[in-house]
């Protein structure tokens, strides 16, 4: 009760790194997310050369800084083997979903604007919070630090499908140091972390809100908050039972995952009890893979939703169709995680079930879309440099958005299961429309939590280059998925090619045709990397030279973060916040400025004293 | 500003925050159990093979539920006396309460422990033995011998502690095969005593060789690309001349590089034993082996990728037989389409005079079984209008003996008792009581005499402690009774803190405490909820 009012002038360490203040937690997250984020691009960075010059040695000014016992262990001679390919592939896709993306818009974002959205002083149990970070923190470097044993890190895709998880890194004398089960311990301390992050923030919104917050004065970034930890708190929990199950499989020999008499090409028929289920673990990964896509998203529209009202000044086009909009959506994404899985024979008539709910799920994800959209009808839009990523994900994620109908019917993904277009569709969700959305929340709330303003000249820098290449990067991944290139090629479809002509082998002359969209693409994600240096650099150099602001409500938006000192304190508000209206009341007659603060007291409408005079 | 409705809720919501914390996290849980109960439920609607029904001792399973329902209403008063201000009852109560989930936890560590101890077997037959291990010949447990020859050691993934583990038996007698010649010089002798210090700096040679070269290779490939792109500009890499132009500049690199520039990577070692060693090797340490048969010339591979070469040797498993059971074997007769009797009278098991003696006062048991249904249930008439006995033994009674069967019918032998004349009542009142052997079969006292059976290594199929291994029914108990059994331990924790160090917040605010162990409390009759599921989907179906 009273141990909250005891660090008033907290030392060094307790106030930058164990500190229970959930803006510096937030920016921790922040920070620590976008270094993961750039680690996990630059595996990627790697893997595209291999795709796209797979007998070439790997660039120097790749792997310049890899010391020489690391590098002929892991490559041939520079050049990256299958075994490498799969690790960086399988390491590329957790640290991107766990580690990067997650922590960026739920940790990040969450942490520092929805306490301040809702005028609380903190979140419910600021310890907690720390605890969470930390878990991340941890559970983040056990999984990256697995490159450095000798079995290297988890090689089974960010899926982590048994038995071929099994198998890999069996052959160890210390089955716990090795990449496969560091994957799962590091899951663990991951999935712990949301856990008590998502009741941490469910607790602070219900309980912690302002006088006068009603839920449906509630901006729509807290209600995406809500929903996504309540996400987050129902479907983790048969994830890392997976997990466990599946630690129990490597260190305990049992056979969870394993069917009867299952035949290694080394081993022979392994020697293990058997009469488990793949199945199993894939229903149990999904029922978290599918709703996490959603864990992924609805910070990133959270952001765009926050800046689009601010930047065109006008109210939200249907917030509360979007409120109910974004319930639906939590509740369905819980049974829609079978259709990641119609190739595995589990049956027509499943199948057509998630064939239905995930149609059926598109219906909110529109509704959400095009609000967004019509809201920037009749606006007066300013043009910012949040403004411009919002602007960018809407057609981006619209794009990622549609690339997945026909992913979702059963039929279709007959052909296109496993294929670059599955790649390139959740590459355009995911990429230019989530982290474009993130980026907009970035330039959005710099100012408030720096009190200086981002250079609009390292913007365009940042912006433009990276709207273009990222188009250059995913859009051929869709027509390379459709002419048939599999998703876990690792020399980019070389070894198929058929140059012949007159071959009968049809496969070979189509990849023949589109494998040199290798090479576009590959040089696309190069130059995206150059691309996102002038937001290093912008970031960094704003905290100290950036243009300060003129008040504590730069952009004259209307919710209770623009209501704190800039930057807030700790304990947020100097005085009790009251709410007297709804999040996004711009350009109201009764008022004169074109935007009317939810704390601001109401005063006497304007239309009654003039109607008679 | 301070984080409000700590310790009073809050008027709209009329809750505090721990108190939706706590739903919460228990929703979360919900979802944990949730997710390994339908695992349970997958695994056995789907398993193919017999799933072990009532195979724990229910006893332990039963005086812990009662131990942690009592918690439960303990955990109650306490917060009741609380409520009512009462202190020193609070401390009483609380003090039960943990004291009830340490009880918890001492039964369920007896009956983890007796598993740990208790061995079954699979036969190649699928016939299943189970029985507590008897050692012979220098095994413990399942160890697999080998008369080794030659050890190679992977040097790359040679590990100290692993080594450790063998030195004592082979120091001393393994001597070097061939010298280790690097580059003209020569680094170990033929002949040399293996050690740790040998292999270590053998390790480091392999590895800084290995680096030296991929170097100059890396470097040599790279040259050749160079120059293939520059001889033939506008085209791509799938190019036939480039390719060919790449590939003939790296070969002549390659013959360039002056001789001593690549070093010999040397990535393992091979010794010679003196004379065979005889290894003893837990199964759990081995990544494949050719044959297990005695007297076969095998080789093992462990799984720091040492290679043991040599003849088997006795790998015997000796059991003191407390169940055997054939229901894998009706089984996969059944899928195969063999009359299940006949795979069972061609089991191998059979073959001992011991247990074929067994096998047989069994069948009588369960003659004596059936005619007993039959007068107490009589008949009824099926579909085809045929008169069927209306209970019939189950699959476990007919194809399965468990060890109070055997010490029955060993009971009423030394009695000179025929079992023809007894009736099913008759033989039933000689099975030991339900309280005999508490986790299990009894082999600890003495009382008891259990059949002594000699499993030649060549016969088993699988074999394994009574441990997550041995089956998925065994995994996933002890998977969920081990979470379950954390829970506890977390749950104790917690309570035991409020126990000790409550008292302050209890001076400040004996609501605040109220509160806290309010919450406490929930969380505790959750752990009690699950084992209420726990108990009969364990131990009773």
């Known amino acids: ?613 | 500003m301070e984080i409000p409705y700590i310790v009073n809720p809050r008027k709209d919501t009329g809750l505090t925050n721990s108190k939706i914390a706590i739903w919460l996290f228990l929703a979360s849980e919900v979802m944990l159990f949730g997710g390994l109960f339908s695992a349970y439920i997958f695994l056995r609607v789907y398993a193919d093979y017999p799933w072990p029904e009532r195979a724990l001792p229910v006893l332990p399973g039963l005086i812990n539920t009662f131990i942690l329902i009592a918690s439960s209403v303990t955990v109650v008063m306490a917060w009741a006396s609380l409520k009512l201000r009462e202190l020193t009852k609070f401390r009483i109560y609380m003090s039960i309460t943990v004291l009830c989930a340490g009880l918890f936890m001492v039964l369920k560590g007896m009956e983890y422990n007796a598993k740990f101890h208790h061995q079954a077997v699979r036969l190649n037959d699928y016939a299943v033995v189970e029985g507590h291990l008897h050692p012979h010949e220098g095994l413990k447990g399942t160890e697999i011998t080998i008369e080794a020859e030659t050890v190679s050691i992977d040097l790359f993934k040679f590990s100290k502690s692993y080594y450790a583990d063998f030195s004592a038996e082979w120091d001393g007698k393994l001597q070097l095969e061939k010298a280790l010649v690097v580059d003209g010089e020569e680094i170990f002798p033929a002949g040399q005593a293996i050690s740790v210090d040998m292999l270590s700096q053998a390790k480091e040679l392999f590895i800084n060789n290995r680096a030296n070269n991929a170097e100059i290779l890396e470097d040599k490939l790279r040259q050749s690309w160079k120059f293939a792109k520059e001889e033939t500009p506008g085209e791509n890499n799938r190019n036939a001349e480039r390719k060919k132009l790449q590939n003939d500049k790296y070969k002549e690199l390659v013959d360039a590089i002056p001789a001593g520039d690549l070093k010999t990577a040397v990535g393992s070692l091979t010794f010679k034993a003196t004379s065979p060693i005889a290894l003893h090797i837990d199964p759990k340490k081995i990544y494949k082996s050719a044959s297990d048969k005695e007297g076969d010339s095998g080789s093992i591979v462990l799984n720091d990728g040492t290679t043991l070469a040599g003849t088997m040797g006795n790998s015997d498993i000796v059991l003191d037989v407390d169940a055997i059971s054939f229901r894998h074997t009706v089984m996969q007769a059944e899928k195969m389409g063999i009359d299940p009797e006949a795979a069972i009278a061609n089991s191998w098991l059979l073959k001992d005079e011991g247990i074929k003696t067994l096998w047989d006062n069994h069948l009588i048991v369960v003659e004596k079984l059936e005619q007993h249904l039959l007068e107490e249930y009589k008949t009824k008439t099926d579909a085809n209008g045929n008169e069927v006995a209306k209970r019939v033994p189950t699959e476990a009674d007919r194809y399965r003996m468990g060890w109070k069967e055997i010490v029955a019918l060993e009971e009423l032998q030394k009695a000179g008792k025929d079992l023809h004349d007894l009736t099913h009542q008759e033989i039933q009142d000689a099975y030991p009581s339900m309280t005999a052997g508490f986790t299990g079969a009894d082999h600890k006292s003495g009382k008891y005499n259990f059949p002594k059976l000699t499993i030649p290594r060549e016969q088993v199929l699988f074999e394994s402690k009574f441990t997550p291994a041995w089956n998925n029914y065994y995994a996933i108990y002890f998977t969920m009774t081990g979470l379950h059994g954390l829970h506890v331990i977390g749950g104790a924790i917690v309570l035991a803190y409020y126990l000790f160090f409550g008292t302050g917040m209890y001076r400040k605010n004996p609501e605040w405490l109220a509160n806290r162990v309010e919450v406490g409390g929930l969380f505790w009759h959750f752990v009690d909820l699950v084992w209420i599921f726990l108990f009969p989907i364990m131990y009773l179906m």
């Open chain 1, 1 to 613: 009760m009273s141990d909250h009012a005891d660090h008033h002038n907290p030392g060094f360490i307790q106030k930058y790194i164990f500190s229970t203040d959930h803006k510096t937690i937030g920016i921790q997250y922040g920070l620590t997310a976008m270094l993961f984020l750039l680690f996990g691009f630059y595996l990627m960075i790697m893997m595209r050369w291999s795709i796209a010059y797979p007998n070439e040695p790997v660039p120097e000014w790749m792997s310049f800084f890899l010391n020489d016992t690391w590098k002929a262990q892991w490559l041939q001679n520079g050049k990256m083997p299958g075994e490498t390919y799969n690790m960086f592939g399988a390491m590329h896709g957790t640290i991107m979903v766990f580690l990067g993306v997650v922590p960026l818009g739920f940790g990040a974002f969450g942490n520092y604007v929805t306490p301040l959205q809702i005028g609380a002083p903190d979140m419910a149990f600021p310890k907690l919070n720390m605890a969470s970070y930390w878990l991340y923190l941890v559970g983040g470097i056990i999984m990256c630090a697995s490159f450095f044993l000798p079995s290297g890190a988890a090689k089974s895709g960010w899926t982590n499908y048994p038995p071929l998880s099994f198998f890999a890194d069996t052959q160890h004398p210390n089955q716990w140091m090795t990449g496969q089960t560091q994957w799962l311990v590091g899951m663990v301390f991951l999935i712990t972390s949301s856990l008590l992050g998502s009741v941490n923030f469910i607790t602070t919104i219900i309980n912690l809100r302002a006088k006068g917050l009603t839920w449906f004065r509630m901006p729509f970034l807290v209600w995406a908050m809500l929903v996504t930890g309540f996400i987050l708190l129902l479907s983790f929990p048969p994830l890392e039972v997976a997990g466990i199950m599946q630690l129990v499989d490597r260190v305990w020999d049992s056979s969870f995952f394993q069917p009867s008499g299952l035949y290694h090409r080394e081993i022979g028929l392994v020697n293990a009890a058997g009469g488990g289920s793949p199945l199993l673990f894939q229903h149990l990964f999904w029922f978290l893979g599918h709703p996490e896509v959603y864990v992924l998203l609805l910070p990133a529209i959270a952001c765009v939703a926050e800046i689009i009202p601010v930047n065109t000044r006008r109210p939200l086009w249907g917030y509360k169709s979007m409120v109910y909009g974004v319930l639906v959506l939590g509740f369905l994404s819980f049974i829609v995680w079978a259709h990641h899985m119609y190739m595995t024979g589990m049956g027509p008539a499943i199948s057509t079930f998630f064939q239905t709910t995930t149609n059926l799920i598109s219906i909110p994800s529109v509704i959400l879309l095009t609000c967004l959209i019509i809201s920037l009808w009749g606006g007066s839009i300013r043009f910012t440099p949040p403004m411009m990523w919002a602007c960018a994900f809407l057609p981006m994620f619209g794009i990622g958005g549609l690339t997945g109908l026909p992913l979702a019917f059963s039929m279709l993904d007959l052909h296109l299961h496993d294929t670059y277009y599955v790649i390139g569709h959740f590459h355009y969700v995911v990429a230019p429309g989530i982290l474009f959305g993130l980026f907009a929340g970035i330039y959005h709330w710099y100012p408030k939590i720096s009190g200086r303003y981002m250079s609009k000249v390292l913007t365009h820098l940042h912006f433009w280059p990276s709207l273009i290449l990222i188009n250059f990067l995913f859009f051929p991944m869709l027509i390379q998925g459709m002419a048939g290139f599999h998703r876990r090629w690792y020399n980019g479809g070389d070894a198929y090619v058929v140059t012949d002509p007159e071959s009968a082998n049809v496969f070979g002359k189509v990849v023949a045709e589109h494998i040199d969209l290798n090479i576009l693409m590959s040089t696309s994600a190069w130059l995206l990397a150059v691309a996102q240096l002038p937001f290093i650099i912008n970031v960094l150099s704003a905290w100290i030279w950036g243009k300060k602001v003129e008040n504590d409500n730069p952009w004259n938006a209307t919710t209770l973060e623009w209501a704190t000192p800039t930057p807030p304190g700790h304990g947020n508000f100097t005085k009790e916040p009251i709410v007297y209206r709804g999040p996004y009341e711009y350009s109201r007659p009764e008022v004169d400025e074109d935007y009317y603060p939810q704390w601001q007291a109401p005063v006497k409408p304007k239309a009654e004293t003039n109607k008679d005079a």
